[in-house]
Every structure is written in C-alpha cells, then in structure tokens.
C-alpha cells in the first residue's frame, strides 16, 4: 500500500512540476514578445532619427556649398 502511495505522490510531483515549467515558459515567452516588441519600436524610432539627422546634415552642406558657390561669383 506504501508503494502505491508513494507512485501516486511522484506522480502528483511530476504533475505540479509540468504545470509549474509550463507556467515559467509561458511567462518567458511573454516576456520575450514584449522586448522583441519593444526593440522594433527602437529600431524604428532609430531609424527615422538616422534619416532626419542624415537630411539634416545634407541639406546643411548643401546649403553652404551653394552659399560657398555664390561667395565665388
């Protein structure tokens, strides 16, 4: 009868200790959705800041070259 019990209680261990891995997993992918989410906002973000400041400088050495061209006349 002892052993019977003891099966029935590993058993009930392995149970508890899926359910509690199962749990974990399903936290860490959450997780790991939202940096993964997080980062593509950044990057995006990043991405225009990189354009802007690119278009910035083009236009600010566009504009000196073209004054820079007048000052020669």
Not at 10 to 32: I, N, Q
Not at 39 to 62: D, L, Q, S, Y
Request: charged share 25%; glycine share 12%; proline share 0%.
């Amino acid at each position: 009868m002892l052993g019977g019990l003891g099966k029935l209680a590993a058993e009930g261990l392995a149970h508890r200790t899926e359910k509690a891995t199962e749990g974990a997993v399903h936290a860490v992918e959450e997780v790991v959705k939202e940096v993964v989410g997080h980062a593509k906002e950044t990057g995006e973000k990043v991405k225009e800041v990189t354009e802007t400041v690119t278009n910035t400088v083009t236009n600010a050495i566009t504009h000196a070259a073209e004054s820079l061209g007048k000052l020669g006349q």
